[in-house]
């Protein structure tokens, strides 16, 4: 069996081409959605993931609004520019990039932001949203992985899904969604023995740890829809996943690719969020 590739950037540009009409939609009705990506410091990978996201608000017509601070900035004061863009009438979304320099705390930052304008998912609000099946924005990584397994021909109901790894950014989150899809999950970490015993039954398994090449072919239930979270550099020091995708190709039904798959997804739909933002403040959508 040779698994089907599941195209993330293909399906990444439909979505952002979609978003145009939505995005003139809104214009229509008296608002262009508005996001604003906060960077601070010169973190090399930071600024590439934000000229990423700049150059997807240019695809959709989204204003983009960048405030890039110096390394040494103090609390206060980017506290102060949260509050700022949570009382601008022209930002809808708001996104810091993480990490930020040590001296930050990440959690006051982003518990600073207006859950209204909470576009990356981060706030606690959006996630109690989430773990009580409301309407709150959706973590963009995990949202795309749904998104992924829908473009797949995936339906999660009465599947088993494993998730590996639990962070609040993409394994709880990924957790909730797939529960909220009918399906039953489980998740493991490094504290879980055995973890292949778990994975081996997985109808959909999902790998975000962060360590390469980790979920290997004899790991994998056969036709099993495997979606591959992670970031990595391999000895070669090429971007690979945390699946060895060459080996598990010949047993999983379809797989997503590394790069230009969940990647590229993660920003499509932080696009998809900002322009929801606006479409709940018209009341073209179900508010918060
Ligand atoms: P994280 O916060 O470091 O969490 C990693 C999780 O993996 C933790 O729950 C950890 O367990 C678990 N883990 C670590 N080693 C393990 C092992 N040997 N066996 C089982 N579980 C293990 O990472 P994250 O932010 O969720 O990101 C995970 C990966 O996804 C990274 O490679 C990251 O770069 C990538 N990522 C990609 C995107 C994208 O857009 N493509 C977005 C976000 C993240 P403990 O909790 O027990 O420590």
Redesign the pocket.
């Known amino acids: 069996m040779t698994a089907k590739i599941i195209d993330g950037k293909a399906l990444s540009a439909n979505i952002l081409d979609d978003l145009k009409n939505r995005v003139a939609d809104c214009e229509a009705h008296g608002h262009r959605p508005g996001l604003a990506v906060v960077l601070v410091g010169e973190n090399p990978a930071s600024q590439v993931y934000v000229r990423n996201k700049m150059r997807a608000c240019e695809k959709t017509g989204v204003r983009s609004i960048e405030k890039i601070l110096p390394e040494d900035t103090t609390e206060a004061q980017l506290l102060q520019t949260i509050e700022d863009l949570n009382n601008d009438p022209e930002v809808d979304g708001i996104l810091v990039q993480l990490p930020l320099p040590p001296h930050l705390s990440a959690e006051l930052v982003i518990g600073a932001i207006s859950p209204k304008k909470d576009v990356d998912g981060f706030h606690v609000v959006s996630a109690g949203e989430l773990l009580t099946g409301r309407t709150g924005f959706r973590p ?2 995990p949202y ?1 992985v749904m998104k992924l397994l829908e473009e797949a021909g995936c339906n999660p109901e009465g599947k088993y899904a494993v998730i ?8 709880k989150p990924q957790a909730l969604m797939l529960l909220e899809k009918n399906a039953t999950v489980t998740i ?5 023995p055995d ?1 292949a015993h778990f994975t081996r039954q997985a109808d959909i398994l999902i790998a ?4 390469a090449k ?1 979920i290997t072919a004899d790991m994998v239930k056969p036709g099993a829809v495997v979606i591959d ?4 550099r391999d000895e070669n020091g090429r971007l690979c ?2 699946v060895d995708t060459k080996a598990v190709m010949d047993v999983a039904g379809a797989i997503t690719p590394v790069p230009g ?3 590229p ?2 920003i499509a739909m932080l696009m998809s969020n900002t322009v929801e933002a606006v479409e709940r403040n018209l009341g073209l959508r179900e508010s918060l």
């Open positions: 963009c990584t795309g590996l790894g639990r962070s609040n950014i993409v394994g493991v970490h490094s504290h879980t973890i975000a740890v962060g360590r980790m979270v992670g970031m990595n996943g945390d798959g969940v990647g997804m993660t």
